[in-house]
């Protein structure tokens, strides 16, 4: 991949972070920002540009305790619903869509994670 397309995908993948955590998770702009800043590794991880927007927030979509108790292949599962939450149509950055509903999101979200806090 050539710097320009590593530029680019940086820019896509902070601003749908940025969209993610506080359209879905109701952080402010600034928490968003920090957190985005002390993620610099990322950008040198060999999987950048693999791996979606939503894998590389895991740790924060989906909380400890939860992701404690999930089994591995139950916690594959419930990322994998969580992308077709917040990444319908394969879509990796929703925020560029503004037809997008993120209120909508946020709720599936929300009901996912209570459902699987309730199974597992």
Known sequence: MS???IELGKREFQATWKA????VLGWSTEQAEIWI???ASIWESS????????KEIVDVLIPADL???????????L???IEEVLMPQWDWHPDQ???FDWDAART?????LHEYRSTV
Request: net charge positive.
């Open 20 to 23: 993610m955590f506080t359209r």
């Open 67 to 77: 992701r404690e108790r999930c089994k591995r292949l139950v916690l594959v599962e």
């Open 47 to 54: 999987w950048f540009l693999h791996d979606s927007p939503v």
């Open 79 to 81: 990322v994998q619903r």
């Open 97 to 99: 869509n503004p037809n």
């Open 108 to 112: 599936k979200l929300e009901a996912l």
């Open 37 to 39: 800043e002390n993620r």
């Open 3 to 5: 710097p320009a397309e």
